[in-house]
């Protein structure tokens, strides 16, 4: 079980009054759904969320939940952000048994960057995919998936056929070998050209003097 721990109540305020009441008092709404029990809307104390977020394991681990005194596993499903103060205002929470098999994103890391080539000559890696949906038990989600770049040179890609997940874990999606990363060559400079004037049509240069002509004999008559 994971270490971070959530007291909630039942949210007798709803909608978006009542979600604007619950945040004055200090509260962040939310909803706890999932299993046989439905739907409930719940409050949880805003410090306690952002105290949970800056563990930076909130969003990708199984966590403790206490509510009417009975404990249960929850895994935060989505978390909505105040587009200004960039502070939690919405959470919800999605009810799971400890040994069940559920999918989540779990963040990728890379390691070895020197001993790629294509970095070496000056590359540039392009992360394709920052997180990577996997299948797992609740009560075993990894930490990270490390991705070695040993041996990648400029041009390359790497796919998730490549990679070497953790153990107990598979990628939702199956049907193709998807690319995690990319190693790219830094973007030739486009040299400055010059622009010359385009030398004129031999038709359109014989048309100018006619006129040219026709106006020296209109000034003579």
């Known amino acids: ?4 721990v959530l007291n909630v109540e039942k949210r007798e305020k709803i909608g978006t009054g009542g979600a604007r009441a619950t945040r004055n008092s200090g509260l962040i709404p939310g ?7 439905g739907s409930i809307p719940i409050e949880i104390k805003a410090k306690d969320v952002e105290t949970a977020l800056r563990s930076g394991k909130f969003l990708s681990h199984m966590v ?3 509510h009417q005194g009975e404990k249960q596993p929850v895994i935060p499903r989505a978390i909505q952000f105040h587009p200004v103060t960039d502070k939690p205002i919405h959470v919800d929470l999605y009810r799971v048994e400890e040994n069940a098999e559920i999918a989540i994103d779990v963040v990728v890391h890379f390691k070895n960057h020197g001993d790629s080539p294509g970095l070496k000559r000056g590359g540039v890696l392009n992360v394709v995919r920052h997180t990577i949906k996997l299948k797992c038990q609740a009560n075993k989600i990894p930490e990270e998936i490390v991705v070695d770049l040993t041996g990648m040179d400029i041009g390359d890609s790497l796919h998730i056929s490549q990679v070497t997940l953790p153990e ?3 990628p939702v999606i199956r049907d193709r070998d998807f690319t995690v ?3 790219a060559g830094r973007k030739a400079e486009v040299e400055p050209t010059t622009t010359t004037a385009a030398a004129p049509v031999e038709g359109e240069a014989v048309a100018e003097g006619d006129a040219a002509a026709g106006d020296e004999k209109k000034k003579e008559g």
């Open 64 to 66: 403790e939940l206490i």
């Open 168 to 170: 107990g874990t598979r």
């Open 181 to 183: 990363a990319t190693v």
């Open 31 to 37: 909803v706890l759904y999932g299993g046989k029990r």
């Open 1 to 4: 079980m994971a270490g971070i």
